[in-house]
């Protein structure tokens, strides 16, 4: 048997940004989106997992991420950053034009190989998570759950937190991966990164 192939996720580049499914790339390869809540810190994440800190364009204003925006880790290797969900301050309509954009890409792009969900670790599963939850379940695809902002607990809490969040998850059947992870403390990166190479490389 093959050694499984190093992803490396430093040589991420911007490839495009796409408002909808018509302006994607072919849906050839694999991609691994990123996707959460406004304020969770999912553009951060990204940037962390690939060693750069203005890969993803972050803000200090939640709901920057208004396209779909793929970055290249090599031909055929790709990540997805999703627009944000919960607490962007735009027009209904934009965010009805944003959910339709995400559901007709998580349902429809067949390249997709998982989703990384980030969720602040002090307010995890909201609405809007549960439902990203159902529709992984929904298109068989595996979820990787990022407890962002884990240095904001201490270590007997962050543990007390994730175990809550696999409580949690027990009413759906899906197959998740729950992760602390702190940015700026480098909690769980060398993890999350583990987790998509192994995604990658079943491709």
């Given at each position: 048997m093959?050694?499984?192939?190093?992803?490396?996720?430093q040589?991420?580049?911007?490839?495009?940004?796409?408002?909808?499914?018509?302006?994607?790339?072919?849906?050839?390869?694999?991609?691994?989106?990123?996707?959460?809540?406004?304020?969770?810190?999912?553009s951060?994440?990204l940037?962390?997992?690939?060693?750069?800190?203005?890969?993803?364009?972050t803000?200090?204003?939640?709901?920057?991420?208004r396209?779909?925006?793929?970055?290249?880790?090599?031909?055929g290797?790709?990540?997805?950053?999703?627009?944000?969900?919960g607490y962007?301050?735009v027009?209904?309509s934009?965010k009805?034009?944003?959910?339709?954009?995400m559901?007709?890409?998580?349902?429809?792009?067949?390249c997709?190989?998982?989703?990384?969900?980030?969720?602040?670790?002090?307010?995890?599963?909201?609405?809007h998570d549960r439902?990203?939850?159902?529709?992984?379940?929904?298109?068989?695809?595996?979820?990787?759950l990022?407890l962002?902002?884990?240095?904001?607990?201490?270590?007997?809490a962050?543990?007390?937190?994730?175990?809550?969040?696999?409580?949690?998850l027990?009413?759906f059947?899906?197959t998740?991966?729950?992760?602390?992870?702190?940015?700026?403390?480098?909690i769980?990166?060398?993890?999350?990164?583990?987790?998509?190479?192994a995604?990658?490389?079943?491709?």
């Amino acid at each position: 048997m093959s050694e499984p192939r190093q992803i490396l996720f430093q040589k991420a580049h911007f490839l495009l940004s796409a408002p909808d499914m018509s302006t994607l790339p072919s849906d050839e390869g694999a991609e691994i989106a990123f996707i959460g809540r406004s304020n969770s810190g999912k553009s951060t994440s990204l940037n962390a997992i690939c060693q750069q800190k203005k890969l993803a364009k972050t803000s200090a204003t939640p709901g920057r991420t208004r396209m779909i925006n793929l970055f290249e880790i090599e031909p055929g290797l790709r990540l997805a950053d999703l627009p944000g969900y919960g607490y962007a301050a735009v027009p209904e309509s934009m965010k009805r034009k944003w959910q339709k954009a995400m559901s007709d890409y998580l349902q429809q792009r067949r390249c997709l190989k998982g989703l990384v969900v980030t969720m602040d670790i002090r307010t995890p599963l909201k609405e809007h998570d549960r439902v990203v939850l159902d529709w992984s379940i929904a298109a068989e695809l595996p979820a990787l759950l990022l407890l962002t902002k884990a240095d904001k607990l201490g270590t007997n809490a962050r543990r007390n937190a994730t175990e809550q969040v696999r409580t949690m998850l027990d009413e759906f059947d899906g197959t998740f991966t729950i992760i602390p992870f702190s940015a700026p403390q480098k909690i769980g990166i060398d993890e999350a990164r583990a987790v998509l190479s192994a995604w990658f490389n079943a491709r």
